[in-house]
């Protein structure tokens, strides 16, 4: 009989300690939403290789397109936050042109504002001369759609957000 007392009460507190992980998980994915996440720079970059001449033939010429990428994460929350993880799709003028993933971690203070880089590539059938000269045009919008997971009592907290820059 007192094992069975002793089973029971373990369960229920296993139970109880759970509950109050993922009320406290619940809590601050809710700050997190309202944490604010902004698009402070997108930069294409434009790489042409030349094609070379040599006795096993002429190769291609190699353009490769990528943007070099500045986010900014305001941590509004009254909690030190770890973001372990970033997947990222970049949209120009509303069609989606790279995405990217990446699992660099990011350490942010509570009521403290940081900045993150990243470099996507573009993928190169997607790269064409219109592209081009509209990379080197003005009036360009830039969207992000970006989902950041953070780390809370071993959970991965996702926050999903639409980040926009008018780039004139």
Sequence with gaps: MPRIVIALFLVFSALILNACSLNQVAKTKQSLENSKFTLVSVQPKISIKEPTISLNGISKPEIKVYFDIVINIDNTTDYNLAMNRLDLNLYIDDLELAS?????HLRIPKHTATDMSLTVNVDPKLISTKLIERLQGNQIEYKAKATFYFRVLNWD?????TLGKQVI
């Excluded at 990217?100 to 660099?104: F, H, L, Q, R, S």
């Excluded at 907290?157 to 957000?161: H, M, R, T």
């Design 100 to 104: 990217a993933t990446t699992n660099k």
């Design 157 to 161: 907290i996702p926050i999903s957000k």
